[in-house]
């Protein structure tokens, strides 16, 4: 799993490289080539899924009795 940093990173150099017309993205130590501003777009929705804190999420405590005290 990408830390909150890396995803940020990402999808800084994503985006400019979006907004430039460029298919490859460099950050870190890493080069990816897409093949399309497509598939580019889709990357950058799921690092902005990724990004988001999970609204919704829950976590509670289930108290169950059969009846018997």
């Known amino acids: 799993?990408?830390?909150p940093e890396e995803i940020k990173a990402q999808r800084a150099a994503l985006l400019e490289?979006?907004?430039?017309?460029?298919?490859t993205v460099e950050y870190?130590?890493?080069k990816?080539?897409?093949?399309s501003f497509y598939e580019?777009?889709?990357a950058l929705g799921l690092l902005d899924t990724l990004s988001t804190?999970?609204?919704g999420?829950?976590?509670g405590k289930i108290i169950?009795?059969?009846g018997y005290d």
Do not use: I, N
């Open 64 to 66: 169950c009795s059969r």
């Open 17 to 23: 490289a979006l907004t430039s017309g460029v298919m």
């Open 40 to 42: 580019m777009r889709q």
């Open 1 to 3: 799993m990408m830390t």
């Open 32 to 35: 990816v080539t897409y093949r």
């Open 53 to 55: 804190p999970r609204a």
């Open 57 to 59: 999420l829950r976590q």
């Open 28 to 30: 870190g130590d890493r």
